[in-house]
C-alpha cells in the first residue's frame, strides 16, 4: 500500500512542491518519518514496499527516496541503485541502523548514497533533504 500526505495551500503555484518517498517494513519508522517532516513543504509518501515503490515511480516525478537497508523484499541499497537507474536525478537517502553494512557496499554503490544512521535525528535529516533538493534544484537550471 501507498500512503500519501499532500501538501495543499492557496499559494501552491509559487512554491516547486517536491514529492519524499519512503521506503521502510516498519511501520512505526514510516509514521515517525512522516511525522518529522509534516511541517515541511513536501508531498510525503509513504510504503512498505520497495516494488511497488518502483511501479508506483514510473507514473510520478519524485524528488527525493528515503529507504531503509534492511527490507525483506529487497535490500535498500539494491533498491536505491534501481532508482538511480530509472531515475538519475532522483535524490537518494539510504536509512540503516547497521554501518557496517554500508561499508561492505560495492564502491559504485556508495558514491550514489547518502547515508543517514538510525536512530537520525531529525534535524539532521532535514537539513540533509533540504541540501539535496537544493543541489537537485540547482542541477535542473
Known amino acids: 500500500m501507498i500512503s500519501t500526505q499532500e501538501k495543499k ?7 516547486h512542491w517536491h514529492t519524499v518517498l519512503i521506503v521502510d517494513d516498519e ?10 517532516l509534516e511541517r515541511e513543504p513536501y ?3 509513504t510504503t512498505d514496499r520497495p516494488g511497488l515503490a ?3 515511480m514510473t507514473h510520478k516525478n519524485v524528488s527525493l527516496v528515503i529507504s531503509d537497508q534492511r527490507m525483506p523484499e529487497m535490500e535498500g541499497d539494491v533498491f536505491l541503485e534501481e532508482v538511480w537507474v530509472r531515475s538519475p536525478m532522483t535524490e537518494r ?6 554501518p557496517e553494512q554500508v561499508d ?6 556508495k ?3 547518502n547515508v543517514m544512521l538510525k536512530p537520525w535525528d531529525d534535524h539532521e535529516l532535514k537539513r540533509m533533504i533540504r ?3 537544493s543541489e537537485r534544484e540547482g542541477a535542473t537550471e
Open 54 to 56: 518502483l511501479d508506483w
Open 9 to 15: 495551500s492557496p499559494l501552491e503555484s509559487l512554491y
Open 27 to 36: 511501520p512505526g519508522v514510516l509514521g515517525a518519518l512522516r511525522r518529522a
Open 111 to 113: 558514491a550514489r548514497l
Open 43 to 45: 508531498d510525503v509518501v
Open 131 to 133: 541540501t539535496l533538493l
Open 104 to 109: 561492505r557496499l560495492p564502491s559504485f554503490r
Open 93 to 98: 537517502i539510504l536509512l540503516t541502523g547497521f
